[in-house]
């Protein structure tokens, strides 16, 4: 996997501007702050961040994958100032969960999610290398 960056341009902060793969693909449905008995953990927005983020991990381990895998990120959020108001904590769940490994990523705001108490959805791609590649 290569991180895609032009020589030129300013340093990007907690994203990849692009990402150059080979390997097996897995795409992960969006995922929000629930757990396994599809309950919202909590409707704090970090919160639920960071059960989102746990639940890519879990489905990427059904594939035999990991979060240094991934190569996309799409985030999907209903309110853009509360994700910049508590970027710092968004980032600290994210390394926590995911770790210093940071994918192309795309955030955008949405007037709703399906689910109700849902603040966050996040969908994903990974790239699992081939073996002794």
Do not use: C
Not at 104 to 129: F, G, N, Y
């Amino acid at each position: 996997m290569r991180l895609l960056h032009p020589k030129d341009w300013a340093p990007t902060k907690g994203f990849s501007n692009g990402v150059d793969a080979e390997g097996r693909q897995v795409f992960v449905a969006g995922q929000i702050g629930w757990n396994a008995q599809q309950e919202i953990v909590s409707d704090d927005f970090v919160a639920q961040v960071d059960q989102a983020l746990r639940n890519i991990v879990d489905i990427l381990a059904e594939a035999g994958a990991r979060p240094e895998h991934l190569v996309r990120l799409t985030w999907y959020v209903t309110d853009k100032r509360e994700y910049l108001a508590r970027a710092r904590e968004v980032g600290q769940a994210y390394q926590r969960v995911i770790g210093r490994h940071y994918p192309a990523m795309t955030l955008v705001q949405v007037a709703a999610l399906l689910e109700e108490r849902a603040k966050v959805e996040i969908e994903s791609t990974a790239v699992v290398p081939a073996k002794g590649g």
